[in-house]
């Protein structure tokens, strides 16, 4: 019997992004004019929301083996991506019960009452009823083993007592996923992840708290909640006693993922305004789109984009087909990519001048909510100093695992051929132990033999290998420190983040541009030319070549999609 065909990310997000419509058209429910008058006034989208539990997109956040449609993470990516690029407070406040349920889907379901929970929670979300993930807590930021929230056993069960803060949902959710002290003592082994239904509570065991206002992202719940000993069932437990910080750790490996998502549809919302804007706007007889400096511009930007996109959907096919590699690349990912898209963003604002701070014009007004949004991006789920600690803390065998045993072409297909579905998550294989070395980087030698056979620009690939090299020579001098460590660390991460970000554009590339056809993003490595010349650039080897930049606005306005993920599909940009 033939396996069945299965969908692909690329063709999921095209059909979602048809069912929304155009969202210049009011007739649509997810237009432009509703998610800006939500923001004036900062109301959530609820009728928005409400329209993409109709068309299903809950089922997206929920394994399939749970009877949702999440199977490979590069859909769920994709998605969001789509929601994202129209409105990034929907896509947070919607997305979130997707980080809401990730500490139930990381943990390994080693016995029946683990698989019964995991099912009703499925259900639950299927439902459409939103579900938060309740870490942080007033005065405590990004440490997790500071948490004063306790679950005190009683009754065969646990009663709940404290505060979470600055909690995403924390007022519109059902459930409540949150962390708590169950051991005094606390410490690594002192914390546990519960489900706290408010929907059976009793109404005086929890209060929610007021949404605070927000700079950006301004209609969302970002409230909290506290709890008064509040009664949850032993079954409530996610795991056993004691392993909530494990379990938040798996479940970040998850979650982080998602939030490069988001910023990836924050730079095309922002891209096509800048396209629009140079096609339209004319000035002393000539429109923009004439002037050499700024197509100039704006393909730099558009490279800037086709560089995250590498990234992200290397990483986010990790997920399930490399799993045991997220220990490196899921902090390499949110550290790299809402950071460059900021950037990237904040390249569009110059592109728009004056129109970059006007709310009041039609389409042009949208770009300071854009960029309002996205600011948020970069402290979802550990910042991105988090994040980079993460990386440094693993410096040691990164540096033991380069450059390893030779890593075939082959074995990088089923993270960089998008025509290849990847398979289910098996939480089982999710690692907090770091990786010896990381597999992109790895497969970097080989791959620059076949870019140079393919005809691609090898001399680039071949320049990031040497550059990749040094990096890791430098990653084996480090010396940890437990406390205050140099600024030099965070520098050194960001360098290997460039390398790991160039390696995935030059595995990308050479597993898809067959299929592009005669795509002139694809022809003869393009994109992935400019992409090189910009990371070696920034990693200090090179200088920059803005040639490159050129010829990649010029393919976009031959009529291409404005994106590298979906090779050989045109679109109007």
């Known amino acids: 019997m033939a396996a069945p065909t299965l969908p692909l990310a690329a063709d999921v997000a095209r059909q979602l992004d048809e069912w929304l419509g155009d969202p210049d058209d009011p007739g649509v429910v997810f237009n432009h004019a509703r998610v800006t008058a939500a923001d004036e006034i900062e109301a959530f989208p609820d009728e928005i929301c409400d329209h993409l539990d109709q068309l299903g997109l809950p089922a997206h956040y929920v394994p399939v083996a749970y009877g949702g449609e999440l199977r490979g993470f590069d859909t769920l990516a994709q998605v969001l991506r789509v929601i994202a690029r129209r409105d990034l407070t929907t896509a947070i406040g919607h997305g979130k019960t997707f980080l809401g349920g990730a500490s139930v889907w990381a943990r390994p379901l080693r016995d029946e009452a683990a698989r019964v929970q995991a099912r009703t929670l499925a259900a639950t979300i299927l439902a459409g009823v939103p579900v938060c993930w309740a870490l942080t807590e007033p005065g405590h930021g990004s440490d997790l083993l500071a948490g004063e929230v306790t679950a005190v056993r009683h009754d065969g069960g646990y009663r709940v007592t404290g505060t979470k803060w600055l909690i995403n949902n924390a007022t519109r959710a059902g459930v409540v996923c949150l962390l708590a002290r169950t051991d005094a003592d606390g410490g690594p082994r002192g914390f546990t992840v519960l489900l706290a239904d408010k929907r059976t509570l009793p109404a005086d065991s929890y209060r929610c708290l007021p949404k605070e206002p927000t700079h950006g992202i ?163 789920d550990g910042s991105t100093p988090v994040n980079r600690n993460a990386l440094i803390n693993q410096f040691p065998q990164l540096a033991r695992g380069w450059p390893g045993e030779p890593v075939g072409v082959a074995r990088l297909r089923s993270l960089a051929d998008l025509g290849v579905p990847v398979p289910e ?40 290998l040497t550059a990749t090299d040094q990096v890791h020579t430098d990653l084996a001098g480090y010396r940890p420190r437990p406390y205050d460590v140099e600024p030099d660390a965070y520098d050194l991460a960001h360098r290997y983040e460039l390398c790991v970000a160039g390696a995935s554009a030059v595995h990308l590339w050479l597993h898809n541009h067959r299929q592009a056809g005669a795509d002139p993003l694809w022809t003869g490595g393009l994109w992935l030319d400019a992409v090189l010349t910009w990371v070696l650039y920034r990693l200090g080897v090179a200088p920059d070549h803005p040639d490159n930049y050129d010829q990649v606005y010029a393919s976009l306005v031959a009529g291409r999609r404005p994106s590298v993920l979906d090779p050989g599909v045109t679109e109007e940009a």
């Open 218 to 380: 301004r209609g969302a719940d970002i409230s909290g909640i506290t709890f008064d000993d509040a009664p949850v069932p032993a079954a409530a437990l996610v795991g056993a006693p004691g392993t909530g910080l494990e379990t938040v750790l798996r479940a970040l490996q998850l979650t982080r993922t998602a939030c490069a998502a988001l910023s990836l549809g924050a730079a095309d919302h922002a891209l096509a305004l800048v396209r629009r804007y140079l096609t339209e706007r004319r000035l002393y007889g000539r429109r923009l789109a004439d002037v050499p400096y700024l197509r100039r511009g704006v393909g730099r930007l558009h490279t800037m984009l086709f560089l995250a996109e590498a990234v992200t959907a290397l990483v986010t096919r990790a997920v399930t087909a490399e799993t045991e590699e997220m220990g490196v690349l899921a902090p390499v990912l949110k550290a790299f990519v809402p950071e460059l898209v900021d950037e990237l963003i904040s390249g569009c604002g110059e592109q728009l001048g004056a129109r970059a701070f006007l709310t009041g014009i039609p389409d042009y007004g949208r770009f300071q909510k854009i960029e309002r949004d996205h600011r948020i991006v970069g402290i979802f």
């Open 425 to 464: 998550l098996d939480p089982d294989r999710i690692s907090l132990a770091g990786a010896r070395g990381c597999l992109p980087l790895r497969g970097l030698a080989e791959a620059v033999v076949a870019v140079r056979a393919a005809g691609g620009p090898w001399a680039r690939a071949e320049a990031l």
